[in-house]
Nanobody, 118 residues
Framework: DVQLQASGGGVVQPGGSLRLSCVAS????????MSWLRQAPGKGLERVAD???????DYADSVKGRFTISRDNAKNALYLQMNSLKPEDTAVYYC????????????WGQGTQVTVSS
């Protein structure tokens, strides 16, 4: 069975840091582009960051310079290092996988809550 297991969310003060992780199983992870997306309360789904199977990365303007996406193909793992967190980063964060060269997400994780509050 395909699984994407996200973890690492929590409550952090503004200016703080968190590191999200996502572990994949059941598919050829190294062949897939991976993404982090988020959904804030009352808002739609927002793409946060992508990492391609060749390690190229892309970020939403709202997180550039603060978030870093990375992957470890040996561990089937995806990471999101989030620094200088702001209250507007509060959301449920999802990891997702799509076949390289396509825009449709094939697999989704269950989401992990990030709350930035003083």
């Amino acid at each position: 069975d395909v699984q994407l297991q996200a973890s690492g969310g929590g409550v952090v003060q503004p200016g703080g840091s968190l590191r999200l992780s996502c572990v994949a199983s059941g598919f050829r992870y190294s062949s897939f582009a991976m993404s982090w997306l988020r959904q804030a309360p009352g808002k739609g789904l927002e793409r946060v960051a992508d990492i391609m199977n060749d390690d190229r990365t892309d970020y939403a303007d709202s997180v550039k310079g603060r978030f870093t996406i990375s992957r470890d193909n040996a561990k089937n793992a995806l990471y999101l290092q989030m620094n200088s967190l702001k209250p507007e980063d509060t959301a449920v964060y999802y990891c997702a996988a799509r076949r390289a060269g396509t825009m449709k997400y094939d697999y989704w994780g269950q989401g992990t809550q990030v709350t930035v509050s003083s």
